[in-house]
């Protein structure tokens, strides 16, 4: 149903970017053809239910705790592929992709996919894989703050690699021009509605100072703002994030509704109040996607029906399946 919807909208309103990839088939490519939502159904009957469990006793101690593992999960699958490889610590010939710019001081939520393999490997030892897991903790995440629910595809094998360099290089950064962030989707098979649609996760979830204090005061230091950034939001924000110091200040992606995901998001851009430079230029850059921030702004469940059908299509990066891979005893390490 989401599928049809998104082409039908697309078809009617972007007819003009015709060249654009914007329909999603089945589960995507990138070899995720074997995998399916009822992988473990034999296996592990219960998994499911106590991912969700898990997820739901953590992000209730935390609300926060539900953008961090939606997070994860983005900066697992442009490093790699869906491979759980950003849960790996140093060590054994591995450097770690947690120390990686994008993830160090900021990447959260190891302890609760910790806890999800520890109750995993206690009703069913050595089958679910932390690379399954993660994408189950995501959608868990994204439902559980009132976003859409859908099946996530699984059968994926955890890597017994990282790259730091890929960590690096390959995530898409706060301060990135509209065209770098586009390009490193489509290096992922994503395309320019993923891109709109999966930024709508900054619905939910906090961001440092250190992240977007550059759109706060210019080169010499004085307090003007960024032309595109509403400039009574700058004055606000510049009260907790000063010139220096502050760096680790968390300030609200969406300070309308933080922690419900919704398409308030999108209202902010339009309202020149997105806090990331990478957020606003959805709106000054591209007319394709400010056409489809002003549609998911306009439409609720249109967002949420684009953004179930991106997960699904970023879940399906380069998975490791068959005999590819390994399933982990312990997240943190490669099997010896």
């Not at 996919?113 to 995440?141: F, G, N, W, Y």
């Not at 032309?227 to 994030?241: E, I, P, V």
């Not at 921030?293 to 306009?298: F, M, P, Q, T």
């Amino acid at each position: 149903m989401a599928v049809s919807i998104r082409c039908f909208f697309m078809a009617i309103t972007l007819l003009a970017f015709a060249p654009l990839s914007l329909c999603h088939k089945g589960y995507g490519g990138g070899g995720g053809s074997s995998l399916y939502p009822q992988y473990y159904e034999k296996s592990c009957p219960r998994a499911l239910e106590i991912v969700r469990f898990e997820v739901a006793k953590a992000v209730a101690k935390e609300a926060r705790m539900a953008a961090s593992l939606l997070r994860l999960a983005f900066h697992d699958c442009f490093v790699q592929g869906c491979d759980a490889s950003i849960l790996l610590d140093s060590g054994n010939g591995i450097t770690s992709e947690k120390n990686s710019n994008p993830n160090r001081k900021s990447a959260r939520g190891f302890n609760v996919i910790d806890d999800i393999k520890a109750a995993l490997e206690k009703e069913c030892p050595h089958t679910v894989s932390c690379a399954d897991i993660m994408q189950l903790a995501a959608r868990d995440s994204t439902h559980l703050s009132g976003g859409p629910f859908w099946e996530v595809p699984l059968g994926r094998k955890d890597s017994r690699s990282a790259s730091l360099s890929g960590s690096n290089n390959n995530i898409p950064a706060p301060n990135n021009t509209f065209q770098t962030i586009l390009t490193k989707f489509k290096r992922q098979g994503l395309d320019l509605v993923d891109l709109v649609a999966l930024s709508g996760s900054h619905t939910i979830g906090n961001s440092r100072c250190t992240s977007f204090r550059q759109r706060l005061y210019n080169q010499s230091g004085n307090s003007k703002p960024d032309s595109t950034l509403d400039q009574y939001y700058a004055a606000q924000l510049r009260n907790r994030c000063p010139r220096s110091g502050g760096d680790q200040n968390l300030f609200f992606l969406d300070f309308v509704s933080p922690k419900k995901f919704d398409n308030s998001y999108f209202k902010l851009l339009l309202a020149n109040k997105g806090l990331l430079n990478s957020d606003q230029v959805l709106t000054t850059k591209s007319e394709a996607s400010l056409q489809l921030v002003k549609a998911y702004a306009e439409n609720n469940e249109l967002f949420l029906q684009h953004f179930a059908s991106s997960m699904i299509k970023m879940a399906n990066i380069s998975p490791l399946t068959g005999s590819k891979g390994e399933i982990r005893k312990n997240c943190r390490k490669i099997n010896s």
